[in-house]
């Protein structure tokens, strides 16, 4: 990888520091102004400007850290031993110009994050999937083939390598073909099958839990992944003492279109050209306290949305988590499944 990957300059947008993040996935960028190295930003810089002010149109230099940590050319052997202590993942390399000569990662993506955390995982498995038709014509949602296994197995699989041993699959369409699947071959954790009589929705399906989950637990749809620190997330979702915390993406729509904006008086007051909206959306992934089960009405339909609705009114803290866009996968439409499929294919 390039320097010239890692420098953004301190004029651009963080909407673009994201998307660079992103494509290096090194978690840290270093800034320049006139073309010299004055600043980095992180990953967490941008989530905590996010989390404290709420602004998506500010600018690097609004949200890095001026006294970044580097080193010189002629310390560059102590590079790991610099970066352990001051917990970072990558520092820049400087001649005595002060310019980036290298960049020098603490890891190069053959040391695996010994896991840590142990988090039992419910997975809402049950829905019909008619978005998916005609596929769903055939397999319940969670067993259509991303490559050569089904989505809600690419689901298990990346929480398990970090966070959890045991799942929760909460079913009911076609939930016969989904208990075979999983009983033809051995896994390194368990699966547990919890079904429904009726379809209870996102939310009102985990009553049927009730006394079976006394931990902080993780709930995910059975078509999405996402691609994130899971522990980051925990940890974040304990500190703030959330009852319950919602994974948001960042997502960028651009209009096709040129978009004008009228006055009381019927003139034009804006004229934008494709113009682009930044936002962000729920992924459909939350860490949970375990008391929501608990006081649950049983058999009653709801989504999970319905229930942080409810929680929010009665002044219960509700967190928000935000990630990048691409760090969201989400198979809940053709195009999308195909484009899922397709970054599948090359991360393996």
Not at 35 to 48: L, P, W
Not at 95 to 120: A, E, Q, R, Y
Request: proline share 4%; net charge negative.
């Amino acid at each position: 990888m390039d320097v010239k990957d890692f420098l953004i300059d301190e004029e651009c947008t963080m909407i673009e520091a994201m998307k660079l993040l992103d494509k290096v996935a090194k978690k840290v960028l270093f800034v320049v102004k006139d073309e010299q190295f004055v600043a980095a930003i992180t990953d967490g810089d941008i989530r905590r400007w996010i989390l404290r002010k709420g602004n998506l149109d500010a600018k690097v230099k609004d949200i890095a850290n001026y006294e970044p940590k580097y080193i010189y050319e002629k310390d560059k052997y102590k590079a790991k031993e610099y970066m352990r202590k001051n917990f970072i993942e990558a520092v820049p390399v400087l001649n005595n110009d002060k310019d980036i000569v290298s960049v020098i990662l603490l890891n190069d993506g053959t040391i695996k994050k010994k896991k840590t955390l142990n988090l039992p995982v419910i997975i809402m498995a049950g829905g019909l999937g008619t978005r998916l038709y005609p596929y769903t014509k055939i397999l319940p949602k969670p067993l259509i083939p991303i490559g050569e296994i089904p989505i809600v197995e690419h689901i298990m699989n990346r929480f398990h390598e970090n966070c959890s041993n045991e799942f929760y699959l909460v079913i009911n369409h076609k939930k016969n073909m989904i208990k075979a699947y999983f009983g033809e071959t051995e896994k390194d954790y368990k699966v547990n099958y919890v079904e429904e009589t009726k379809p209870l929705g996102t939310g009102g399906g985990l009553s049927l839990l009730k006394g079976k989950i006394d931990t902080t637990f993780i709930l995910s749809n059975c078509d999405i992944l996402i691609e994130e620190d899971y522990e980051k997330i925990y940890q974040y979702h304990k500190k703030e003492k959330n009852l319950i915390t919602m994974v948001c993406s960042l997502k960028n729509i651009k209009i096709p279109y040129g978009v004008i904006e009228i006055n009381e008086t019927g003139e034009i007051e804006e004229m934008r050209e494709k113009p682009v909206y930044s936002f962000f959306t729920n992924t459909g992934m939350y860490i949970v306290e375990p008391i929501v089960i608990e006081e649950l009405e049983e058999n009653k339909a709801m989504g999970f949305p319905d229930i942080i609705e409810k929680y929010k009114k009665n002044g219960c803290k509700i967190g928000v988590y935000p990630i990048s866009e691409n760090s969201w996968m989400d198979m809940g439409q053709m195009d999308v499944m195909e484009e899922m499929r397709r970054r599948l294919e090359r991360e393996e």
